[in-house]
Protein backbone atom coordinates (compact mmCIF):
# COMPACT_ATOMS: atom_id res chain seq x y z
CA UNK A 1 0.00 0.00 0.00
CA UNK A 2 1.18 3.68 -0.78
CA UNK A 3 1.56 6.24 1.49
CA UNK A 4 2.32 9.84 1.60
CA UNK A 5 3.77 11.46 4.64
CA UNK A 6 4.52 15.32 5.07
CA UNK A 7 6.26 17.26 7.40
CA UNK A 8 7.83 20.70 8.09
CA UNK A 9 4.75 22.76 8.70
CA UNK A 10 4.38 25.31 11.76
CA UNK A 11 4.18 28.97 12.71
CA UNK A 12 6.63 31.76 11.29
CA UNK A 13 6.55 35.50 11.17
CA UNK A 14 5.87 36.72 8.05
CA UNK A 15 9.09 37.32 5.98
CA UNK A 16 10.08 34.26 7.36
CA UNK A 17 11.00 30.66 5.50
CA UNK A 18 9.55 26.78 5.84
CA UNK A 19 10.48 23.69 3.96
CA UNK A 20 7.69 21.34 3.53
CA UNK A 21 8.61 17.32 2.45
CA UNK A 22 6.37 14.90 1.45
CA UNK A 23 7.63 11.25 0.81
CA UNK A 24 5.90 8.30 -0.97
CA UNK A 25 6.28 4.55 1.04
CA UNK A 26 5.31 1.25 -0.16
CA UNK A 27 5.25 -0.93 -3.27
CA UNK A 28 6.19 1.69 -5.68
CA UNK A 29 6.88 1.14 -9.41
CA UNK A 30 7.37 4.78 -10.48
CA UNK A 31 6.56 8.33 -9.78
CA UNK A 32 5.05 10.93 -12.43
CA UNK A 33 4.16 14.37 -11.41
CA UNK A 34 4.66 15.62 -8.24
CA UNK A 35 2.83 18.35 -6.73
CA UNK A 36 1.59 20.73 -3.32
CA UNK A 37 -1.66 21.89 -3.20
CA UNK A 38 -3.16 24.11 -0.02
CA UNK A 39 -6.53 25.15 1.47
CA UNK A 40 -7.03 27.77 3.17
CA UNK A 41 -10.23 28.36 5.43
CA UNK A 42 -13.52 28.50 3.47
CA UNK A 43 -11.91 28.54 0.32
CA UNK A 44 -11.26 25.78 -2.39
CA UNK A 45 -8.12 23.68 -2.32
CA UNK A 46 -5.62 25.43 -5.13
CA UNK A 47 -2.83 23.95 -6.70
CA UNK A 48 0.38 25.87 -5.86
CA UNK A 49 3.17 24.25 -7.43
CA UNK A 50 4.06 21.20 -9.59
CA UNK A 51 7.27 19.25 -10.30
CA UNK A 52 6.98 16.41 -13.42
CA UNK A 53 9.36 13.64 -13.41
CA UNK A 54 12.24 15.35 -15.74
CA UNK A 55 10.39 18.32 -16.36
CA UNK A 56 10.54 21.93 -15.19
CA UNK A 57 8.24 23.22 -12.56
CA UNK A 58 5.46 25.64 -12.30
CA UNK A 59 3.94 27.84 -9.47
CA UNK A 60 0.65 30.28 -8.89
CA UNK A 61 0.98 33.36 -9.79
CA UNK A 62 0.87 33.91 -5.91
CA UNK A 63 3.92 32.23 -4.94
CA UNK A 64 6.00 32.50 -8.15
CA UNK A 65 9.58 34.34 -6.65
CA UNK A 66 8.88 32.96 -3.05
CA UNK A 67 8.17 29.26 -3.17
CA UNK A 68 10.53 26.66 -4.85
CA UNK A 69 9.39 23.06 -5.68
CA UNK A 70 12.18 19.94 -5.90
CA UNK A 71 12.20 16.58 -5.58
CA UNK A 72 14.06 13.50 -5.22
CA UNK A 73 13.50 10.52 -6.81
CA UNK A 74 16.26 8.64 -5.31
CA UNK A 75 14.02 9.06 -2.13
CA UNK A 76 10.69 9.24 -3.58
CA UNK A 77 9.96 12.99 -1.93
CA UNK A 78 9.40 16.40 -3.03
CA UNK A 79 9.70 19.72 -1.44
CA UNK A 80 8.85 22.97 -1.04
CA UNK A 81 10.81 25.70 -0.03
CA UNK A 82 8.83 28.92 1.30
CA UNK A 83 10.07 32.31 1.33
CA UNK A 84 8.95 35.29 2.41
CA UNK A 85 5.72 33.71 3.59
CA UNK A 86 2.75 36.29 4.11
CA UNK A 87 -0.18 35.76 6.22
CA UNK A 88 -2.46 35.42 3.25
CA UNK A 89 0.08 31.66 2.56
CA UNK A 90 -1.74 30.45 5.88
CA UNK A 91 -3.30 27.32 4.97
CA UNK A 92 -3.04 23.53 5.18
CA UNK A 93 -0.56 22.38 2.41
CA UNK A 94 -1.44 19.08 0.71
CA UNK A 95 1.29 16.85 -1.61
CA UNK A 96 -0.11 14.67 -4.51
CA UNK A 97 1.79 12.53 -6.71
CA UNK A 98 0.90 10.54 -9.58
CA UNK A 99 2.22 6.86 -8.85
CA UNK A 100 2.03 3.51 -10.39
CA UNK A 101 2.35 0.70 -7.63
CA UNK A 102 4.01 -2.00 -7.82
CA UNK A 103 1.00 -4.14 -8.20
CA UNK A 104 -1.44 -3.12 -9.85
CA UNK A 105 0.59 -1.14 -12.52
CA UNK A 106 -2.30 1.14 -12.66
CA UNK A 107 -1.66 4.77 -12.05
CA UNK A 108 -3.31 6.96 -9.13
CA UNK A 109 -3.19 9.75 -7.99
CA UNK A 110 -2.27 9.76 -3.63
CA UNK A 111 -2.52 12.28 -1.25
CA UNK A 112 -0.69 13.55 1.76
CA UNK A 113 -2.22 13.95 5.19
CA UNK A 114 -1.83 17.82 5.36
CA UNK A 115 0.74 19.71 7.29
CA UNK A 116 -0.25 23.47 8.97
CA UNK A 117 1.68 26.20 7.41
CA UNK A 118 0.56 29.48 9.70
CA UNK A 119 2.16 32.76 9.09
CA UNK A 120 1.47 35.77 11.70
CA UNK A 121 1.69 39.38 10.63
Known amino acids: QVQLVESGGGLVQAGGSLRLSCTAS????????MNWFRQAPGKQRELVAE???????DYSDSVKGRFTISRDNAKNTVYLQMNSLKPEDTAVYYC???????????????WGQGTQVTVSS
Open 96 to 110: NMWIVPTTPRVVGVY
Open 26 to 33: GSIFSIGI
Open 51 to 57: MPNGGSS
